[in-house]
């Protein structure tokens, strides 16, 4: 050998074929996958005041919302793909930029965060958590807007919170605008019920007076409204009828008086033709 090829250095080794793509299947496991079970219900009490008061709410926005909004009520909202336990059931919630759908669980990590959670306090909370925890919840959440209301709560039934640099504040009890729903622009408000008492309602303006109806008034002031142009339409009629039977009148009183005044012309044509037979005959 010689002393070039002895100093020479070895050429490099050939590099290895690109390893091929790990196909599904390919491996052999000691377990198959344990998916995270999200439970759809849960066995809860539930007065009958309750149910119906978050019912109420729940129609009342979906009437108004379904078609821009995506609805729900006391169903499990999950935020964790991990894990089960890190849920929520708002009594009410609001998704906006999705028409309305049904759905069994709401995922966050799926479709969002709802813009909008609503807390109907009541007998049957006894054992969930405590509101502390529940507003943490909320904020883990990251649900921006959340209303409580308490109808035993006289002096401050309605309370709301919003998220502010990633916590959740509630606004102070003497802001004017403690009531506006930032979330739908709307304004909450408390309406006396005759047989469910203290009630949670939205209307359009500050004062509570333009509420946003139920479906069973919606439905009532549909029926009054078609009443009334009924009404409006059989007056309309009777007010056609009657016009027709005056001009009907005018017709045979106008025709009455031109035969009158023919029957005159002719009186006095006679009256003028013996006239000038008189003149006409020997004196």
Request: charged share 35%.
């Amino acid at each position: 050998m010689s002393a070039v090829e002895s100093t020479a250095r070895p050429s490099a080794a050939p590099r290895p074929a690109a390893a091929p793509r790990r196909r599904m299947g390919a491996h052999v496991y000691s377990r198959p996958p344990e998916p995270v079970y999200f439970p759809e219900a849960e066995e809860v009490p539930e007065t009958n005041r309750h149910l119906e008061l978050r019912t109420a709410l729940y129609l009342i926005l979906k009437r108004e919302l379904a078609h821009t909004a995506t609805l729900g009520s006391d169903q499990f909202v999950y935020w964790d793909p991990r894990t089960s336990k890190k849920r929520l059931a708002p009594d009410a919630f609001v998704r906006l930029g999705m028409p309305h759908r049904t759905f069994r669980t709401w995922k966050i990590w799926l479709h969002g965060a709802p813009d909008l959670g609503v807390e109907i306090v009541s007998d049957s909370d006894e054992g969930e958590p405590d509101w502390d925890e529940k507003l943490e919840r909320y904020r883990a959440a990251g649900i921006p807007e959340v209303v409580r209301f308490d109808p035993e709560d006289r002096k401050r039934p309605i309370r709301v919170w919003d998220a502010l640099e990633g916590d959740l504040v509630e606004r102070a009890s003497d802001d004017p605008d403690l009531r506006a729903c930032e979330t739908l622009g709307l304004w909450w408000t408390v309406v006396q019920d005759q047989s469910l008492g203290p009630m949670l309602r939205l209307a359009r303006d500050r004062e509570g007076h333009d509420l946003l109806p139920t479906p069973d008034e919606a439905e009532s002031k549909a029926r009054e409204a078609e009443s009334k142009a009924r009404e409006a339409e059989s007056k309309a009629r009777e007010a056609e009828s009657k016009a027709r039977e005056a001009e009907s009148k005018a017709r045979e009183a106008n025709d009455k008086l031109q035969a009158e005044v023919q029957a005159l012309r002719a009186e006095l044509a006679q009256a003028r033709g013996k006239r000038k037979t008189r003149r006409r005959s020997p004196g």
